[in-house]
């Protein structure tokens, strides 16, 4: 008997980058039609760093979800070393801020404004920790002498190490994890750590980025690794263990920015996201441990109480198309290709009886 329908409480995408502008009015669209709610990533040019940049991007997405759609973007602070934490804590129990962003400086897209010396944040962070608030850490160091397959776990014994010692209490997600290392981290650690996984990240090895020639739609940061972490992400996400949810890191780029000499970091992966994430946890035999990944952990970590809608995904003989261009009024940009045909379908269901967690069709 295998399953062919699940009806999950709505999910929460615990990382995304929205972009702005003509790409945001584009993107956004993918996100909001099946997710209720996502952290979004602070990295514009220039910078969400205050709590009045962080209301006015607010109001843009605001502005740009289409009529119809029901989603709350959570906002938060790009973390610098001049980052005021009077103005943090203000922000956060306004209400207005569900977390900072920590990038190491030049680790990823648009980070060339993040933290280089780790002393100047901790009066920050002892802040957060006191009132909190979590802190959402790219998790990489970007010493040029560290192998760029290196830099996460590195990164774990140089800084997250140091900061968890000192601040045990601050509530940490070492987002987008890559590694083994990564995976054993969250698990041994204590009640306050957790971890976002991406769709992507569950799906490609480093393969997909450079047998058979330069792949740049493939390439993110942090970059797919080997195949024994792609392994351990798997069972990490598909374990049922709150430490772990679901965020996409969807991170558009025009393909003109993609596709040239020095290729954007980043995967559009929004659109088919559910779909690919039904057909991973099929794969591993954990299709009843779905909602728990995508719907359910990532709010108890960040304290907030689970979606009372619901969405429907139904396996049908026919896949699940998407376009694989995305037309905005600046360009096109690819859609995530995972390389196999999806046959796992969203749709929003019946929202009027919450009822229990999962509804199982067997066929």
């Known amino acids: 008997m295998k399953i062919t329908e699940l009806t999950l409480r709505r999910p929460d995408d615990w990382h995304l980058h929205l972009r702005d502008g003509a790409m945001m009015r584009a993107v956004l669209p993918y996100s909001s039609a099946n997710f209720a709610r996502a952290i979004i990533m602070p990295n514009l040019v220039p910078p969400v760093v205050c709590a009045d940049d962080a209301r006015a991007?607010?109001?843009?997405?605001?502005?740009?979800?289409?009529?119809?759609?029901?989603?709350?973007?959570?906002?938060?602070?790009?973390?610098?070393?001049?980052?005021?934490?009077?103005?943090?804590?203000?922000?956060?129990?306004?209400?207005?801020?569900?977390?900072?962003?920590?990038?190491?400086?030049?680790?990823?897209?648009?980070?060339?404004?993040?933290?280089?010396?780790?002393?100047?944040?901790?009066?920050?962070?002892?802040?957060?920790?006191?009132?909190?608030?979590?802190?959402?850490?790219?998790?990489?160091?970007?010493?040029?002498?560290?192998?760029?397959?290196?830099?996460?776990?590195?990164?774990?014994?140089?800084?997250?190490?140091?900061?968890?010692?000192?601040?045990?209490?601050?509530?940490?997600?070492m987002e987008h994890i890559t590694t083994e290392e990564g995976v054993q981290y969250v698990w041994e650690g204590g009640p306050n750590i957790a971890a976002t996984i991406t769709t992507h990240h569950l799906i490609i090895n480093r393969n997909a980025m450079l047998v058979g020639g330069i792949r740049p739609h493939y390439y993110c940061l942090p970059v797919a690794k080997r195949e024994q972490h792609r392994l351990a992400l798997r069972r990490a996400a598909t374990s049922g263990n709150e430490k772990f949810f679901l965020g996409t890191d969807s991170a558009p780029h025009l393909d003109a920015r993609k596709e040239s000499a020095c290729g954007c970091a980043g995967m559009f992966t929004a659109p088919n996201t559910l779909s690919c994430l039904a057909h991973v946890f099929e794969e591993e035999g954990a299709l009843d441990r779905l909602e728990a990944f995508a719907s359910l952990n990532g709010p108890a970590f960040y304290r907030l109480a689970p979606n009372e809608t619901r969405i429907r995904l139904v396996k049908r003989q026919t896949p699940f198309e998407v376009s694989a261009k995305i037309g905005t009024d600046e360009g096109l940009l690819t859609v995530f290709d995972p390389g196999f045909p999806l046959y796992w379908h969203p749709d929003i269901a019946d929202t009027a009886n919450p009822g229990d967690a999962v509804t199982n069709t067997r066929t």
């Open 57 to 173: 991007y607010r109001d843009r997405i605001l502005a740009a979800i289409p009529a119809g759609h029901d989603f709350t973007p959570l906002m938060t602070l790009y973390l610098t070393e001049t980052t005021n934490a009077d103005d943090v804590a203000a922000a956060y129990e306004a209400g207005l801020i569900s977390a900072l962003k920590l990038y190491p400086a030049g680790a990823t897209t648009n980070s060339e404004s993040g933290v280089r010396n780790i002393e100047r944040i901790l009066p920050v962070l002892e802040r957060m920790a006191l009132l909190g608030i979590p802190l959402c850490v790219h998790g990489e160091v970007t010493d040029p002498e560290i192998d760029i397959f290196d830099r996460e776990a590195v990164f774990i014994e140089r800084v997250l190490r140091r900061i968890v010692d000192r601040m045990p209490e601050l509530r940490i997600i």
